[in-house]
């Protein structure tokens, strides 16, 4: 990767988990708007069964936002991880071509036999951490699009609830 790919890759990441922060916390401040001034009432075709029904639905969403921050924090090991097996497995491959005489960065030597061991077990775990990342993402969109949807399906009953309180009352 190159230095500008690496600078692109945080920036993207850094917008990403801000607009995180920013649709958890504008959840969360509509649903204390409405759950502060809620009083339960009989379930009928009323402002309040439309905002009792906004706070279900806001209360999907911040569970799923939560979700959703915590599945951001494992992405970001399991790449981790991928970018440090994948990383170490070019070295172990680069000192296997230059006939295993070379020191590792941690200052052992290096032995050709345990190298050979170790590129196979990294070769088994780079596509299984590829696959958990891909599964991981999968989900991830999936939660996301249930986020917004139940944010804006839970803001727009907000809204209705508002008319429907206009022309009842």
């Known amino acids: 990767m190159t230095k500008r790919s690496i600078e692109v890759f945080k920036t993207l990441k850094n917008s990403e988990q801000k607009f995180e922060y920013f649709m958890l916390g504008m959840t969360v401040a509509l649903f204390a708007y409405i759950g502060e001034k809620y009083t ?9 069964t439309f905002e009792l029904s906004a706070l279900l639905l806001l209360v999907i969403s911040i569970i799923v936002g939560f979700k959703r921050m915590e599945m951001n924090i494992v992405s970001q090991r399991l790449n981790y991880n991928n970018l440090h097996s994948s990383e170490k497995l070019g070295s172990l491959k680069k000192a296997l071509l230059a006939n295993g005489h070379q020191i590792k960065e941690n200052g052992d030597m290096f032995n050709p036999e345990k190298a050979v061991n170790e590129i196979k077990q990294l070769e088994v775990i780079i596509p299984s951490i590829d696959e958990k990342m891909k599964n991981l ?3 991830g969109m999936f939660l996301y699009r249930i986020r917004n949807l ?8 907000l809204a209705i609830s508002k008319v429907i309180g206009a022309y009842t009352s």
């Open 40 to 48: 339960p009432q009989p379930i009928s075709f009323s402002q309040n």
């Open 137 to 139: 993402n999968n989900k």
């Open 150 to 157: 139940t944010f804006l399906f839970g803001f727009a009953l």
